[in-house]
């Protein structure tokens, strides 16, 4: 099986080409944080990861994500190679990621290339029927009637395995 899932921001702008037969192309670079910290220096290092997308994807990567975006892609790795144009006994060799799917990870705002807020909130769905007549003070909102919590099962705490130290975490 050969199934990659990584999140991070990409290192620039996403670069959208096209083929010869008209299919789109995007190349990027992510790079993604590794889980530790360097002991010597303190900073965090992280891998830097290229990727292509092709067709649909390229297009909609290309459109939505900047330098500094955070993305989650999901695909799969390949590996290449080709001879240097100026040493011809030097062979280079490349791993990318061809991605399959993709996610917004970032706030709207983040991701979207053309400033603001292009995403309309969400409206809800309810009306309110109340209405006062203009002589009269608007009344008291109701009151809710009382939850009555005797019915309610909530569990108990026997129901639960206690886990005493890292050890004994089964994963």
């Not at 990727?51 to 590996?79: H, P, Q, V, Y």
């Not at 109701?142 to 089964?170: H, R, T, V």
Request: with cysteine.
């Amino acid at each position: 099986m050969n199934k990659v899932i990584i999140m991070g921001r990409l290192t620039a702008d996403p670069d959208l080409r096209s083929t010869q037969t008209g299919m789109s192309t995007c190349r990027f670079s992510i790079a993604v944080d590794r889980p530790f910290v360097d002991k010597t220096t303190g900073q965090r290092q992280a891998d830097f990861i290229r990727c292509t997308a092709w067709d649909k994807s390229a297009e909609n990567i290309n459109r939505f994500f900047r330098k500094g975006s955070m993305i989650m892609i999901e695909g799969s790795l390949r590996t290449g190679s080709y001879q240097d144009k100026q040493y011809q006994d030097v062979t280079h060799f490349t791993t990318d990621v061809f991605v399959d799917r993709w996610e917004f990870c970032g706030s709207k705002a983040e991701t979207n290339p053309y400033g603001g807020n292009s995403y309309s909130a969400p409206q809800n769905n309810y009306t309110n029927n109340y209405q006062a007549s203009p002589q009269q003070a608007p009344a008291a909102a109701p009151q809710q009637p009382a939850q009555n919590n005797e019915n309610m099962s909530y569990g108990s705490y026997n129901d639960f395995e206690e886990i005493l130290g890292d050890g004994d975490i089964p994963f």
